[in-house]
């Protein structure tokens, strides 16, 4: 049963397991934009809501893309050069508590990889508790950013600069 469709994520709910489905409909690869951040935050509340009422026992995240999991969040989308530090922490900051957010449901979560897995897309199956993987996807996988930029929930807790 489809519970939620934005322009870039869907919820779907089939017996007490949820499933987003990122498909950004605007862009060939699902990527950190505005929209798939709209579209997972209202996944995620939607979900919390039910786990609330015992309507979910399980979240799996995945693509709605043939060959593309999730690739890295856009850190250039910014404008004027003074302000592109003070943006990028702002989004840096915004996936990071996205990502906390899923990794602190209270259900177990899988990340079902099927292809490019890049940056902040590995981010998000690392915040989830568990990952499966295609052969192809294994191949395109990694955390190619340098930490300094990186949204892995409670990072900067554990010692590694934000």
Not at 30 to 46: I, R, S
């Amino acid at each position: 049963m489809k519970i939620l469709e934005t322009n870039a994520v869907e919820l779907l709910l089939d017996d007490k397991i949820a499933t987003i489905v990122m498909n950004d409909k605007e862009n060939a690869m699902n990527t950190w934009t505005d929209n798939m951040y709209e579209g997972f935050v209202a996944a995620l509340y939607e979900i919390k809501d039910r786990i609330k009422k015992s309507e979910i026992d399980g979240v799996i995240v995945i693509s709605g893309k043939e060959k593309t999991f999730h690739t890295v969040a856009n850190l250039n989308k910014t404008g004027k050069t003074q302000d592109r530090k003070a943006d990028k922490m702002r989004t840096i900051e915004f996936n990071q508590s996205v990502l906390n957010r899923l990794s602190k449901l209270g259900v177990p979560t899988l990340a079902a990889i099927n292809g490019h897995c890049m940056g902040g897309g590995m981010e998000l199956t690392l915040a989830c508790n568990a990952r499966i993987a295609t052969d192809f996807a294994r191949r395109k996988s990694g955390l190619p950013r340098p930490v300094s930029v990186c949204c892995l929930p409670e990072a900067e807790r554990k010692g590694f600069p934000a």
